[in-house]
């Protein structure tokens, strides 16, 4: 009862306060003409779009650096976290001095060095570094060969999706009969053989096209190609090398749970160190690792949001110029709040069905 009159007591002070300074409530604004640019979008947009489609725009941007930046720091900080394990001295000192040094600075100043370092420390575009053929880099980003536009990557991306599906029952199988039987299956070989070799197959069939867009130097930037822009890049270097060391902790404390019996009796079988590692260590560690792993996954998208320090424009960036723009600072925040809500919840959810898909059933 408490909880309503308070909500109500809020609610009619914000509505008063709005109709005093004669500010229009509600989201019909989302569909008036946004009138400001967005440097860099996924989808097509332009000023003459609606504030609606311009926060699209800023909910990809958020999604496309959290989702990468999620894979990118998992498969980093678990090598890490193996690495301060490992019984070569060197190894296991440097995988410390990481975890060390970048979990001991804040994150928000990782964006700044590597933001200044891309306009720094690189060269404008008439000098850029070309390390590699159709690769150039700047102080305008990365800009890249690709494909030419042809209808056959369309079907090569299609047959890549066909080729995971059937790689993954593959895998569910091969641990299902290894569980079973004990034999083991080389299904990682065989998953890779079917991700290389369907795309393949497709792209020999449509015509095998060899067409490439290439960078190419006008003016005072890059044409064609693809280009990351220097916002993106820091934002994304940032966020990785920052949560990776957290999580290279977390690996580290869930392979140390395990107790060195279980390492001795593999390795009393004649299993190798890296069999050991994948076979009996790890699956029980996840039990350890899996929580602590959520937290830190949620963190780095919530840590996106940073990106208005350094001119991305990812979701709160772009809600920030709508409600500039329009005054609809409630409905503005509560989209926000509303958005990586949203987003934390869907990655929690998925961790926790991962959690009890992989937890070890007691018998």
Partial sequence: MLVAFIGYYLISNVQENMAKQSIASG???????????????SIEYSAADSYGRALVVGVLNTLKVSV????????????????TLSSNWLVAKLGTIYVEVFQNIPVLLQLFFFYSLFYEAFPGPRQALNPVGGVFISNRGIDFMVPAHHYAWSYVKLAFVVASVIAFFVARWA?????RTGQQFPSFWVGLGLLAGIPLLTWTVCGAPTGLDIPVLKGFNFQGGKNISPEFSALLFGLVLYTAS?????????????????????????????????LVIFPQALRVIIPPLTSQLLNLTKNSSLAVAIGYPDFVQVAGTTINQTGQAVEGVALMMLVYLTLSLLTSAFMNWYNKKIAIIER
């Fill in 27 to 41: 989201f019909g604004f989302l569909h008036r003409e946004a009138a400001f640019e967005i440097g860099e979008k």
């Fill in 175 to 179: 641990r299902r009969r290894q569980e």
């Fill in 246 to 278: 957290f999580i290279a902790q977390i690996v580290r404390a869930g392979i140390q749970s395990i107790g060195h019996g279980q390492t001795e009796a593999a390795m009393s079988i004649g299993l190798k160190s890296n069999h050991v590692l994948s």
């Fill in 68 to 83: 990468i930046g999620i894979v990118l720091t998992t498969i980093l900080g678990t090598i890490i976290g193996v690495c």
